[in-house]
């Protein structure tokens, strides 16, 4: 996603554009022109500075929509909600799913984890997302901890993967589980 075309970047854009135009008008007296456009103009560009200090921008999608769009009508819907929900722009939060984050007890307030893509796949037929997070302030034996619970906790059925590809990365690995899995959870 075009980091330029942002929310809170049109919105800034627009109000200084329209305050321009307001004082370029007033300084060649055409009144007419230059109270509105300058007392619209400067509230607008002072939202849109509000909104690029809270802005977080969405995590990198690492497939294009069109891939698995039969599979992903068979998948959870939570599975589906959520690819959306991290794949657009957020304002008034430190990260990408801060509050899942939170009732995971794998926040860090003064350096909570960060999502930085998110890739829908599929494995043995399956479909599944995996996120890939900057660790931050959260170790490993943290995100280890909560293994089970991070299956459940997205939708039900599935089961969690961990993977660090590199140092301070870890990939979430979200996957349904296989009928034996659910049978032996059940006994």
């Given at each position: 996603?075009?980091?330029?075309?942002?929310?809170?970047?049109?919105?800034?854009?627009?109000?200084?554009?329209?305050?321009?135009?307001?004082l370029t008008a007033y300084f060649t007296d055409a009144t007419n022109l230059s109270v509105p456009t300058f007392f619209y103009g400067v509230p607008i560009?002072?939202?849109?500075?509000?909104?690029?200090?809270?802005?977080?921008?969405?995590?990198?999608?690492?497939?294009?929509?069109?891939?698995?769009?039969?599979?992903?009508?068979?998948?959870?819907?939570?599975?589906?909600?959520?690819?959306?929900?991290?794949?657009?722009?957020?304002?008034?939060?430190?990260?990408?799913?801060?509050?899942?984050?939170?009732?995971?007890?794998?926040?860090?307030?003064?350096?909570?984890?960060?999502?930085?893509?998110?890739?829908?796949?599929?494995?043995?037929?399956?479909?599944?997302?995996?996120?890939?997070?900057?660790?931050?302030?959260?170790?490993?034996?943290?995100?280890?901890?909560?293994?089970?619970?991070?299956?459940?906790?997205?939708?039900?059925?599935?089961?969690?993967?961990?993977?660090?590809?590199?140092p301070g990365e870890i990939d979430l690995t979200l996957l349904p589980q296989k009928q034996e899995e659910n049978i032996q959870e059940n006994e």
């Amino acid at each position: 996603m075009n980091k330029l075309l942002s929310p809170g970047n049109l919105i800034t854009i627009g109000g200084a554009s329209l305050s321009l135009i307001g004082l370029t008008a007033y300084f060649t007296d055409a009144t007419n022109l230059s109270v509105p456009t300058f007392f619209y103009g400067v509230p607008i560009f002072l939202i849109g500075i509000s909104l690029k200090t809270t802005e977080v921008p969405p995590a990198k999608r690492v497939v294009s929509t069109t891939k698995f769009a039969s599979e992903r009508n068979k998948a959870p819907k939570e599975l589906e909600k959520l690819v959306k929900d991290v794949t657009r722009w957020r304002y008034g939060q430190s990260c990408q799913l801060e509050s899942s984050l939170r009732v995971l007890k794998l926040w860090d307030i003064d350096n909570p984890p960060q999502l930085l893509e998110i890739e829908e796949l599929l494995k043995d037929g399956d479909y599944g997302i995996r996120m890939r997070f900057e660790m931050a302030g959260v170790p490993l034996e943290r995100w280890n901890a909560q293994k089970e619970r991070l299956g459940r906790f997205f939708a039900k059925g599935l089961k969690a993967e961990l993977f660090c590809p590199s140092p301070g990365e870890i990939d979430l690995t979200l996957l349904p589980q296989k009928q034996e899995e659910n049978i032996q959870e059940n006994e």
